[in-house]
Antibody, heavy 116, light 110 residues
């Protein structure tokens, strides 16, 4: 069974940084694209970023381009999201998900709160 | 507003059927596969349908998906109170080079 476990969320002031991690198990990690999707409180899903299996190709939503960096360590089966210059509108639960034909499965999410 | 358009809410009685629409354009639904996700209250989203109309193992055949031109539809038959959730469509947008989601549809089983 594939399992994804996010960590690294928390509270940060505007302009600050956080690094999210997503530990994967139960799969050949380097065979799959991975992504981050966020959900602001009471709002819908917003795709944030994706990375291919070997980490050589990345994609970003316009809302985070230039501020967030997605990466992966295939030797540790771990996905990362480095978030810099955080804004109040980045407040959300951040989910990691395995890519392919649809996002499946999803992790349980980690909450990021950006507030002064 | 979202690139993909869904109705904010739908409702039906237990045992009935409901359809949830997802409207897009030629750069997203019109040229890429559509997925559907179910998000029960307080939980992470779960994949219901992928590649327009395929169900992952464990998803009952009460759930179905279809696509025509630039629109997709999720169908749910034999509604149960446990189906009350938010439902999202999603696909790749070739012009944006980004994944796009619909705004979500809240299903109420009356």
């Amino acid at each position: 069974e594939v399992q994804l476990l996010e960590s690294g969320g928390g509270s940060v002031q505007p302009g600050g940084s956080l690094r999210l991690s997503c530990a994967a198990s139960g799969l050949n990690f380097n065979n799959y694209a991975m992504c981050w999707v966020r959900q602001a409180p009471g709002k819908g899903l917003e795709w944030v970023s994706a990375i291919n299996g070997n980490g050589g190709t990345t994609y970003y939503a316009d809302s985070v381009k230039g501020r967030f960096t997605i990466s992966r360590d295939n030797s540790k089966n771990t996905l990362f999201l480095q978030m810099n210059s955080l804004r109040a509108e980045d407040t959300a639960v951040y989910y990691c998900a395995k890519g392919g034909s649809g996002f499946d499965p999803w992790g349980q999410g980690t909450l990021v709160t950006v507030s002064s | 507003q979202s690139v993909l358009t869904q109705p904010p809410s739908v409702s039906a009685a237990p045992g009935q059927k409901v359809s949830i629409s997802c409207s897009g354009s030629s750069s997203n639904i019109g040229s890429n596969y559509v997925s559907w996700y179910q998000q029960l209250p307080g939980t992470a989203p779960k994949l219901l349908i992928y590649d327009n109309n395929k169900r992952p193992s464990g998803i009952p055949d009460r759930f179905s998906g279809s696509k025509s031109d630039t629109s997709a539809t999720l169908g749910i038959t034999g509604l149960q109170t446990g189906d009350e959730a938010d439902y999202y469509c999603g696909t790749w947008d070739s012009s944006l080079s980004a994944v796009v989601f619909g705004g979500g549809t809240k299903l109420t089983v009356l």
